[in-house]
């Protein structure tokens, strides 16, 4: 099993252009979830889907957009990239009613 | 107000020292905590759910203080691989989690 997979792994950007992050699990999880860390914040929860075509903002949820395309995938969308969403982006996934997440490797984004 | 609080360190200790992190937590609704650990530039992994009763797994002790609103994190023995950061974490009933800016620890020979 691979578990959470994301891509890519790096990417910049210039500001207003548009970027789709892919995260994908084989766990067979229900909840999906999409984080931004930034240095000395700690993890942000941008979005999350607590199953297969539904999803939910969480606390930072401006400038993104989300698809819960199926079980085993949720997609992270910038429409316009600026500055501001320089951050690394965390995929996470975890059994509804358990507790642990799991998190994929990331994704480090600049926008210049 | 943060929802979690942490203290970032570093916390800088000798091989063999015990150690110890708090976190307060702002909603008296959470529901369930946890320890994450997360190392440089990758990925967060559980380390431990945190129970009322507080619970041990091996070398770490934590416990959680509900009228205190405050979790902990005991290491004994504090070994090299322990280096890393430690996040604390919180969540409702509502799929949402919430996680401390994290704690640094270095443990040195």
């Known amino acids: 099993n691979a578990g959470v997979t994301q891509t890519p792994k790096f990417q910049v950007l210039k500001t207003g252009q548009s970027m789709t992050l892919q995260c994908a699990q084989d766990?067979?999880?229900?909840?999906m979830y999409w984080y931004r860390q930034d240095p000395g914040m700690g993890l942000r929860l941008i979005y999350y889907s607590a199953s297969e075509g539904t999803t939910d903002k969480g606390e930072v949820p401006n400038g993104y957009n989300v698809s819960r395309l199926n079980k085993r995938e949720f997609s992270l969308r910038l429409e316009s990239a600026a500055p501001s969403q320089t951050s690394v982006y965390f995929c996470?996934?975890?059994?509804?009613?358990?507790?642990?997440?799991?998190f994929g490797p990331g994704t480090r984004l600049t926008v210049l | 107000r943060k929802e979690v609080e942490q203290d970032p360190g570093p916390f800088n200790v000798p091989e063999g020292a015990t150690v110890a992190f708090n976190c307060t937590y702002s909603?008296?609704?959470?529901?369930?905590f946890f320890w994450y650990r997360q190392d440089c530039r990758k990925e967060p992994k559980l380390l431990m759910s945190?129970?009322?009763s507080g619970n041990e797994d091996g070398r770490f002790t934590a416990q959680l203080n509900r009228a205190s609103q405050y979790i902990s994190l005991l290491i004994r023995d504090s070994k090299l691989s322990d280096s890393a950061t430690y996040l604390c974490?919180?969540?409702?009933?509502?799929?949402?989690?919430?996680f401390g800016s994290g704690t640094k620890l270095n443990v040195k020979p």
């Open positions: 996470a996934s975890r059994f509804s009613g358990q507790s642990e997440q799991f």
């Open positions: 909603n008296s609704a959470s529901q369930s």
């Open positions: 945190v129970y009322s």
């Open positions: 974490v919180w969540g409702n009933n509502f799929n949402k989690f919430y």
């Open positions: 766990m067979n999880h229900n909840s």
